[in-house]
C-alpha cells in the first residue's frame, strides 16, 4: 500500500472517488486522474499517483476495474463489476490499446 498526501491508495481510494462521484466534494487528488476515453458509459483513465507500471482504470455506475496494458492486457481489479461489465471493459480496452498506450505516453513521459 501506498501513502499519498498523507492518505492510503488502494480500497480507500476507491471508496473516496466513489464519495466524490454522489457528492461532487472534491478530493486532493482529484485532479491526477485524466480521462484517456468515454466509451459505452465507461470512463477510462489514469490515476496519476500510483504505480509505474502501464495500467488503466476503468470506471461505469456499476463499479470500476483496473486492466494493466504491461505485459499484457489482463484484469488486475475489480471492484463492484459485474463479470459482464468487466468483459466488456476488458473488450474496450483491447480495442482501444494503442490510444490508451500513447495517452499514457504523453500523460507520464510526456
Known sequence: MQVVDGMSTGRYEWIARLHRVRSGDRLPWAGVSPTVLRLAGFRFYFFSREETRMHVH?????????????????????????RRRVATALRLVRENEDAIRKAWQG???G
Do not use: Q, T
Open 58 to 82: 476503468v470506471f461505469h455506475a456499476e463499479g470500476e476495474a483496473k486492466f494493466w496494458l504491461e505485459p499484457r492486457v489482463e484484469l488486475a481489479a475489480n471492484y463492484g463489476m459485474s
Open 107 to 109: 500523460h507520464f513521459i
